[in-house]
């Protein structure tokens, strides 16, 4: 995993083009090219900021046979799937699944605020639109630990069933299952009456939150404390610690951030 500074700094010039380029919908392949990184760190960090709600997740389903793009939608067989433009029939599986990313309405509306009155953008644009993008179903993507923890929160479980056989995402479920059993054991010996993390320094958290000025980032951090709040209900440690450092990578190092981490450790 070789994710540096200039890849992020890439990344933020990469959304701020998009922010201002016609290009909907792009694949982790697109930013692999325009960073010049392999196909697996783009797929990491698009998902990481996926978390983080810059970037929203979606899944497109095609046909194996005419490869045209197909509607995904629940009420439909998923193991016997007829293609509407071909009528192949077929069982989905993850070589059929393609995941896309997309700025969310939310961080472009900040990104295009931020910048008014500045042109640096414009000028990555056209190197954007010149860069092919290639379709990669998530079958060709090695993704890590870390990255299919936050994949499974974010995928919609019906696409979650579409893998139970395939390889990737059992892995994913099973990790799921794994950490649900570990919380249940974890919460049957833990005194549920002593908190994680004393309740002040949640409360100092919230109110630096609340007192955020800008509206898009204080609700986006709203969310996370939120989510944080409620792993710390399940005794969830390394959840409440991913979401404390979503909020950390937003709003800087607080010092109730870092007590709170001390808890946590
Ligand atoms: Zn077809």
Redesign the pocket.
């Known amino acids: 995993m070789n994710i540096t500074f200039i890849t992020r700094k890439k990344f933020q010039e990469f959304l701020e083009s998009l922010c201002y380029s016609s290009i909907e919908k792009f694949t982790a392949s697109k930013f692999a090219k325009y960073a010049s990184i392999g196909l697996d760190d783009s797929f990491k960090l698009l998902i990481e900021h996926v978390a983080t709600k810059e970037l929203e997740l979606s899944w497109e389903l095609r046909?194996?046979?005419?490869?045209?793009v197909?509607s995904l939608n629940s009420n439909k067989d998923l193991e016997e799937y007829e293609?509407?433009?071909?009528?192949?029939i077929f069982d989905v599986d993850e070589n059929d699944l393609f995941p896309k990313f997309q700025v969310t309405k939310e961080f472009k509306d900040y990104l295009i605020e931020s910048n008014k009155g500045g042109n640096s953008v414009k000028k990555t644009e056209k190197a954007i639109t010149d860069i092919p993008d290639k379709n990669i179903p998530i079958s060709d993507i090695n993704i890590d630990e870390e990255t299919k923890k936050i994949l499974q929160e974010f995928t919609h479980s019906t696409i979650i069933n579409v893998f139970n056989g395939g390889s990737q995402m059992n892995q994913i479920s099973n990790s799921f299952n794994h950490s649900t059993l570990n919380n249940a054991s974890i919460q049957s010996t833990h005194n549920s009456q002593i908190p994680i993390v004393p309740e002040e320094h949640v409360v100092e958290l919230q109110d630096y939150i609340n007192n955020i000025d800008d509206e898009v980032l204080r609700n986006m951090n709203d969310e996370h404390l939120k989510n944080f709040k409620e792993s710390l209900k399940q005794h969830d440690k390394e959840m409440a610690k991913k979401y404390l450092s979503f909020i950390g990578k937003t709003i800087g190092t607080v010092s109730s951030i870092s007590t709170i981490a001390g808890y946590l450790n």
């Open positions: 046909c194996p046979n005419c490869n045209r197909l293609c509407d433009f071909c009528c192949d």
